[in-house]
C-alpha cells in the first residue's frame, strides 16, 4: 500500500518508520527542501495549497493522511475529490479553530473553561467583564507550542491585547486553576472500534511539552474515554486523536484536539504493544487495530533545541533516542527520549538523569 502525508516533519518520519515494517511506501507533500521525514518516501516539494501538486499526490497514492493540523482543511477537502483521505476534512476544519473545537465540546456535553468569541477590542472587553480576570486570549488558529496566545492577568493587560496578537479572530478562556495537565491518545478504525491508550501526565516549560508519563490506572481513565469516545463518534473520526485535559477539582476540563499522532503519544513507540504511529497506520488503511496495553513503566522527554549525544543518552538504562534529523534551531522540537523501566521508582531515577542531560544543553 502507497500512504500520502501532506506534510513531512517527525511526525510523519515516525509514521513511515511504522509503516515501512509493514510493506507501506509513502509519498511527502511539504514545502520545505530539507523536510526531516523525505528521506524514507517519494517529496513532493509544493505548497500545501498548489492543487497541481495535491493532484500528483492523489494519483501517486491510495489513500492520504496528514501529520499536523496547519495543513488548511481545503486541502484535505479537494484531495478527498479523487482519493481516500482519513482523518477527513470536517475533524481538521474544527480542530484548528479554536471556537469551533470549544463550541463541539460544549455541545456534546464535554466541561470547558468558559469561553467566548473575539472579533475586537470592544469583544474582548466584554468578554473580560463576563468571564473575568486571569484569562487567556488565543488566536483561533495555527497557535501552538504556546505560540499565538497571552495571559491577560490585569486590566492593563487587556489594552491592545486583540492588536498584540494581530488583531485576527481570537477566543477567550478563562484561566483554570489545574492541578495536573493530561492527554488521551485514541485509535478509531474505519469500523468505528475505538482503543484508547492510559491517560498520560504532561509537564509544560514556556508552551511547549517538556515531559510525559504514561499512567497507571489513572482515577480519571474512564471519564477520559468517555469524552473522547464523543468526539470520535460525532466526527465519524478515522485514525488517532489526541485530546489534551486539565485536570480541575477531580474532574477534567477540555484543552484542545489533535487529530492527528501526537507528541504525548511517542512514549508509545517502545511503551506500548502497538505504538500510536502503528495504530494510525492500521486504522486508516483498514487493518486490524492493534493493543494499546502498556509494556512497562514508560515516559517521554522532547528535546528541545539540540540533541544530547547518543552516547550520553544509551549510558542510561532502558533510554531509547530518536533523532528527528532537523537542524538544531532554539524552541524547536528535533528529537526525544524515550525511558522504560520495570518499576515507577526505576523510571523516576531515569527521567532525572535524562533531564540533566538535557539541562547542560
Not at 92 to 109: H, M, T, V
Not at 314 to 327: F, P, R, V
Request: glycine residues 8%.
Amino acid at each position: 500500500m502507497k500512504i500520502g502525508v501532506i506534510g513531512a516533519g517527525q511526525l510523519g518520519r515516525m509514521l513511515a518508520l511504522a509503516g515501512i515494517p509493514l510493506d507501506m511506501k509513502f509519498v511527502f507533500l511539504d514545502p520545505a527542501p530539507d523536510a526531516c521525514a523525505a528521506v524514507l518516501g517519494q517529496h513532493i516539494q509544493a505548497e500545501y495549497t498548489d492543487q497541481n501538486a495535491l493532484r500528483q499526490l492523489a494519483e501517486a497514492v491510495d489513500l492520504v493522511t496528514f501529520e499536523f493540523e496547519s495543513v488548511p482543511a481545503e486541502t484535505v477537502a479537494f484531495l478527498g475529490q479523487f482519493v481516500p483521505v482519513y482523518p477527513a476534512a470536517e475533524a481538521l476544519r474544527i480542530a484548528r479553530d479554536r471556537w469551533l473545537e470549544k463550541s463541539l465540546f460544549r455541545d456534546l456535553g464535554i466541561p470547558t473553561p468558559e469561553f467566548a468569541n473575539i472579533l475586537s477590542q470592544t469583544d474582548l472587553n466584554q468578554a473580560v467583564e463576563r468571564i473575568g480576570l486571569p484569562a487567556v486570549l488565543k488566536t483561533r488558529t495555527l497557535g501552538y507550542d504556546g505560540k499565538g496566545q497571552k495571559v491577560l492577568r490585569t486590566p492593563a493587560d487587556v489594552t491592545e491585547a486583540f492588536a498584540d496578537l494581530g488583531a485576527v479572530p481570537c477566543i477567550l478562556e478563562g484561566f483554570v486553576p489545574f492541578t495536573g495537565e493530561v492527554s488521551l491518545i485514541a485509535v478509531r478504525a474505519r469500523s468505528g472500534e475505538t482503543r484508547f491508550y492510559p491517560l498520560v501526565h504532561n509537564t509544560h516549560i514556556e508552551g511547549i511539552l517538556h515531559l510525559s508519563i504514561a499512567s497507571t490506572e489513572h482515577p480519571l481513565q474512564a471519564k477520559a474515554e468517555d469524552y473522547v469516545g464523543r468526539v470520535l463518534k460525532q466526527l465519524d473520526y478515522v485514525g488517532v486523536l489526541a485530546f489534551e485535559f486539565f485536570e480541575v477539582d477531580g474532574g477534567l476540563k477540555a484543552n484542545e484536539i489533535a487529530p492527528r499522532v501526537h507528541n504525548s503519544g511517542h512514549w508509545t513507540i517502545e511503551g506500548a504493544e502497538c505504538s500510536q504511529f502503528e495504530q494510525h497506520l492500521r486504522a486508516i488503511s483498514g487493518l486490524p487495530l492493534g493493543s494499546t496495553a502498556r509494556r512497562c513503566h514508560s515516559a517521554m522527554l522532547n528535546c528541545i533545541g539540540s540533541v544530547p549525544s547518543t552516547e550520553q543518552v544509551l549510558s542510561i538504562a532502558d533510554a531509547h533516542l530518536h533523532h528527528y534529523g532537523k537542524a538544531f534551531k532554539a524552541g524547536r522540537k528535533v528529537g526525544h527520549i524515550s525511558l522504560c523501566a520495570s518499576d515507577p521508582a526505576t523510571l523516576e531515577q531515569n527521567i532525572s538523569l535524562a533531564s540533566n542531560l538535557l539541562a547542560q544543553r
